[in-house]
C-alpha cells in the first residue's frame, strides 16, 4: 500500500480496492469516530467506502443512474 501526503493532498493512488475495505472496516468499528469530525477525513473515508464498493463496479461500467444526483 502506497498512501502520501503530496503538495496536492492525500494521494492514495497506490491503494488496493481490498486495502480499501479493510481501512473502511477498520474506522466503523472504531470505538473512537472522532475522525468523522474533520471534513477532509469524512469525506475521505466515504471516498474509501464508495471505491471498495458494488458502486464503483457500476459506476465505471456505466451501469448507474447519476441522474438522481445532477444538479437542477
Same mark, same amino acid.
Given at each position: ?5 503530496? =503538495?496536492?493532498?492525500?494521494?492514495? +493512488?497506490?491503494? +488496493? ?20 469530525? =474533520?471534513? =477532509? /477525513?469524512? #469525506? /475521505?473515508?466515504?471516498? /474509501?467506502?464508495? /471505491?471498495? +464498493? =458494488? ?7 456505466? #451501469?448507474?443512474?447519476?441522474? +438522481?444526483? #445532477? #444538479?437542477?
Amino acid at each position: 500500500m502506497q498512501v502520501e501526503m503530496g =503538495d496536492d493532498g492525500l494521494d492514495v +493512488s497506490g491503494i +488496493s480496492r481490498d486495502q480499501c475495505a479493510m481501512l473502511v472496516e477498520a474506522l466503523k468499528a472504531s470505538s473512537d469516530q472522532r475522525f468523522m469530525e =474533520d471534513a =477532509d /477525513l469524512r #469525506r /475521505l473515508f466515504k471516498l /474509501l467506502a464508495v /471505491l471498495q +464498493s =458494488d458502486v464503483w463496479d457500476d459506476m465505471t461500467a456505466g #451501469r448507474f443512474d447519476f441522474n +438522481s444526483y #445532477r #444538479r437542477q
